[in-house]
């Protein structure tokens, strides 16, 4: 019995320690002192496109659509959905993107199945069998399409004037997010992105960068 006690004991106390190490994780993230382009004399670029008419700019609207997915924190859960689209409590990364252009008034699915549809030699992952149900939340294809069809920019995080709010950016093949109007002190931005993670707008740019490096950075033409 002593032995059973001792193992709740160890246990409970083990569960504390771990969430306590998770809320302050929370904690830190949430309140970290952050920065703005300004602070770094960075002219924050606008689209000259307003697409859905709104009145706010399209860069300023995928941005402010991906703050709005980062702050519902859809459960992290990774299926297929016969409509394609999964829906609004859950999502991988690649919904960030989407719906974040849908905040903008475009629809990534039917931009993407379009090109599919003409250049689907073009999208390995494909391999000659689309399915628009699922091709549009693949990270392969979401840069597959970009690539042709977007503004292709730099991949050095050194050059922190050309990373700009509501950007793309792929990690490998296998992660994707939005960049963050928000700066850490050097000036690097924030990355609004779905991996399951407590805080999904958070300063982890440069390190997710190590673990995998960027293999693209995007934006939408504005012309």
Request: charged share 30%.
């Amino acid at each position: 019995m002593k032995i059973v006690k001792r193992i709740i004991v160890i246990t409970g106390i083990s569960i504390t320690i771990l969430s306590m190490f998770l809320l302050a994780m929370l904690g830190y993230h949430k309140y970290k002192k952050h920065y703005l382009a300004s602070d770094f004399q960075i002219k924050t670029v606008k689209s000259k496109l307003d697409y859905d008419q709104d009145g706010i700019d399209d860069y300023t609207d995928i941005l402010q659509g991906a703050k709005k997915e980062a702050e519902n924190k859809p459960v992290y859960k990774s299926a297929y959905y016969a409509e394609g689209y999964p829906p609004e409590t859950e999502g991988v990364c690649t919904d960030v993107i989407w719906r974040a252009l849908k905040n903008a008034g475009y629809s990534l699915k039917e931009m993407i199945d379009e090109d599919i549809k003409h250049h689907v030699e073009q999208y390995p992952r494909v391999a000659g069998k689309p399915d628009p149900n699922i091709d549009f939340r693949r990270v392969s294809n979401v840069q597959v399409y970009l690539e042709r069809n977007q503004i292709s920019l730099t991949t050095d995080l050194n050059k922190i004037e050309e990373w700009q709010p509501g950007d793309v950016v792929v990690f490998g093949i296998s992660h994707i997010g939005i960049i963050s109007d928000k700066r850490n002190k050097k000036g690097i931005p924030y990355l609004i992105h779905n991996g399951g993670q407590p805080e999904r707008e958070e300063d982890i740019l440069e390190r997710y960068n190590q673990y995998e490096p960027i293999s693209g950075h995007y934006r939408l033409k504005d012309e």
